[in-house]
């Protein structure tokens, strides 16, 4: 008999709960230095709290507009002219969503048709499982290789078919710290082209760029900007992640219909903060300077102590992670045993790198993340360093 209590929808068996957030309970519960979920543990910047309180006082406190408040929208459009040259119409070219992570829901809710195949690099982002799952779509996956992550152009073309409606890109890329190339970016576009394809590309750690590294947005492209959806947000850049200020930037056609499904799924991110992230964009010419030269640092610190406890890392080009591969270090087990281990007996929490795989190129990986403070850091680089 059918048992309608504890019926689930097949939808939700795809995929499972996210192994980030596992690792950060698991880290909690053994007093490890939780170098595994990517958030900030140290302040954001005062003239962006100060923004919030601001609002909140000011009683900027219901529903802001449904697709974001007009002076953050302005502020988006203004610092995308000057960041990347799109000349972008805020009223209908830019969505303000829950963070980034809604607003890949979003986008592939409102362009992929049950049965359609999108193309994702692996390793990817653990998000764009259930965000596929959820859309109907099936993923196609092109290895990036090496501890470099390179992909193979023949491999990356044989992903492109027909049946293709879009290829995920994300760059600077969380895990793998790769940033694409101008000449990467531009193969990508020129397949999008020939096969008549979306590509959505989510570009949260765009200020987020080592040893003079450039970010390009595949929108910027010739030929690109019309099937391409761009996400970004607040998040990273200003160290708020719990804020949950994510955009989408894409042609009227395109952001008509996920605008649909941003107003469904969440009506609005919170209006006060969107005021607050309006100030934050505003006001940040000086402060993107401040933020990579912050991380370096932090890169620097993390990836020696990686390197000198026997890991192998590629020197990451953008973003905050750090691949490191143990197969050095003569561990006997997986990557999810070795990331336990060493959440439990080292006191240092990584993700297994198999979380961000579908092949099993990523069992020798386990992922760490500097998003931390100098202290945490440190602390962390004295556990490795007793391994
Ligand atoms: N993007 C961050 C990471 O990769 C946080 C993930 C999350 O928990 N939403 O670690």
């Given amino acids: 008999m059918r048992d309608g209590s504890t019926h689930v929808a097949a939808r939700t068996a795809v995929f499972n709960e996210s192994v980030i957030r596992e690792m950060t309970r698991l880290a909690m519960l053994h007093g490890a230095m939780n170098l595994a979920q990517g958030y900030p543990d140290f302040p954001a910047p005062d003239f962006i709290k100060q923004a919030a309180v601001n609002a909140i006082n000011a009683d900027v406190n219901q529903y802001a507009i449904t697709w974001g408040a007009p002076r953050l929208r302005n502020a988006i459009a203004a610092k995308t002219k000057r960041f990347?040259?799109?000349?972008l119409d805020p009223d209908r070219e830019i969505t303000v969503t829950c963070g980034a992570t809604e607003a890949m829901m979003a986008a592939m809710l409102a362009v992929v048709e049950p049965g359609d195949e999108v193309i994702v690099f692996e390793p990817f982002y653990?998000?764009?499982?259930?965000?596929?799952?959820?859309s109907g779509a099936r993923l196609v996956f092109v290895t990036l290789h090496?501890?470099?992550?390179?992909?193979?152009?023949?491999?990356?073309?044989a992903a492109f078919s027909e049946r293709t409606r879009a290829i995920i890109v994300n760059t600077p890329n969380n895990p793998s710290g790769k940033v694409f190339t101008r000449e990467e970016l531009q193969q990508i576009a020129a397949l999008c082209q020939e096969f008549n394809c979306l590509c959505i590309t989510d570009e949260i750690y765009e200020h987020i760029l080592y040893d003079g590294r450039e970010h390009v947005s595949?929108?910027?492209?010739?030929?690109?900007?019309?099937?391409?959806?761009?996400?970004?947000?607040?998040?990273?850049?200003?160290?708020?992640?719990?804020?949950?200020?994510?955009?989408i930037l894409a042609k009227p056609e395109l952001t008509n219909a996920l605008r649909k499904v941003h107003d469904f799924l969440t009506v609005g991110a919170p209006a006060p903060l969107q005021e607050a992230g309006a100030t934050a964009i505003e006001q940040a010419d000086a402060y993107y300077g401040e933020l990579r030269q912050m991380y370096t640092r932090k890169r620097e610190l993390l990836l020696s102590a990686?390197?000198?406890?026997?890991?192998?890392?590629?020197?990451?080009?953008g973003a905050y992670y750090i691949m490191g591969?143990?197969?050095?270090?003569?561990?006997?087990g997986n990557d999810t045993q070795f990331a336990h281990h060493m959440t439990e007996k080292v006191g240092v929490a990584p993700v297994p790198g198999s979380s961000f795989y579908r092949s099993?190129?990523?069992?020798h990986f386990v992922r760490f993340t500097f998003s931390k403070s100098e202290e945490t850091l440190q602390?962390?680089?004295?556990?490795?360093?007793?391994m």
């Avoid at 030929?223 to 949950?244: A, C, N, P, Q």
């Avoid at 591969?325 to 006997?332: H, I, T, V």
């Avoid at 099993?360 to 069992?363: L, V």
Wanted: with cysteine; net charge negative.
């Fill in 306 to 317: 990686l390197r000198e406890a026997g890991f192998r890392c590629h020197t990451p080009e």
């Fill in 379 to 386: 602390e962390a680089a004295r556990r490795l360093a007793a």
């Fill in 218 to 247: 595949i929108a910027t492209l010739p030929g690109m900007y019309d099937r391409t959806i761009t996400i970004s947000g607040l998040s990273k850049t200003f160290s708020v992640t719990g804020w949950r200020l994510g955009y």
């Fill in 360 to 363: 099993g190129e990523g069992n």
């Fill in 146 to 157: 090496g501890l470099d992550f390179q992909f193979k152009p023949e491999e990356l073309r």
């Fill in 84 to 87: 990347s040259g799109l000349d």
């Fill in 126 to 134: 653990e998000n764009y499982v259930p965000d596929a799952a959820m």
């Fill in 325 to 332: 591969d143990f197969a050095d270090l003569g561990f006997a």
